[in-house]
């Protein structure tokens, strides 16, 4: 990763961002993108989740490119970001061993699941929770898997985040259609 040069401004952006947060170095390695512009793809969301927030300040950001899938979020944590690892699917809650581990007296243990299908479509699904899972404001029957779209609230518990995606090199309305179906 080193011996890669930015050729854009949003490749200085992208290294410098690298520099201060092990979580995102963490991640170029285990994704290993061969080019700044690769990497700025899968950076540039995150860093700019935060200012997207506009009903909260907690958020995942979804990212989904060729090279990988993964979950960003200050749910742990308002300070500090969570990077998870590559995967299909992540459970949410307060137990430890969640991909997204949440201290919120509202959340259950093991409250929700966020997945995602290869056509580019993330969703939500409520796993049993005490206190329930609602996307914009409709609450979830257990196990119904809600296809979920770019700036969408997720509310576990009463617990509120913001939710946004990117998928390849531009954020969902722009190019991915397929989100707009809900289950």
């Known amino acids: 990763m080193s011996n890669l040069k930015p050729n854009s401004s949003s490749g200085y952006v992208t290294l410098n961002a690298l520099k201060q947060n092990p979580a995102l170095s963490r991640l170029m390695f285990t994704t290993q993108p061969t080019s700044a512009e690769q990497m700025a793809t899968i950076i540039e969301p995150i860093l700019q989740a935060p ?15 060729a090279e990988t899938t993964i979950l960003a979020t200050n749910l742990g944590s308002p300070q500090e970001l969570q990077v998870t690892e590559k995967a299909a699917n992540w459970l949410i809650g307060r137990n430890a061993t969640c991909a997204i581990t949440v201290a919120h007296r509202s959340v259950s243990r093991c409250h929700a699941v966020i997945g995602y299908y290869p056509s580019r479509d993330f969703y939500i699904a409520d796993v049993g929770s005490s206190n329930g899972t609602w996307v914009n404001r409709r609450r979830l029957a257990h ?22 995606v990117a998928t390849g090199d531009r954020l969902a309305p722009e190019g991915n259609e397929a989100t707009a179906t809900h289950h």
């Open 51 to 65: 200012q997207r927030c506009s009903i909260t300040p907690l958020y995942i950001q979804a990212i989904a490119t």
């Open 143 to 164: 196990l119904e898997r809600h296809l979920l779209q770019d700036g969408d609230l997720i509310q576990l518990g009463s617990l509120c985040v913001e939710f946004f």
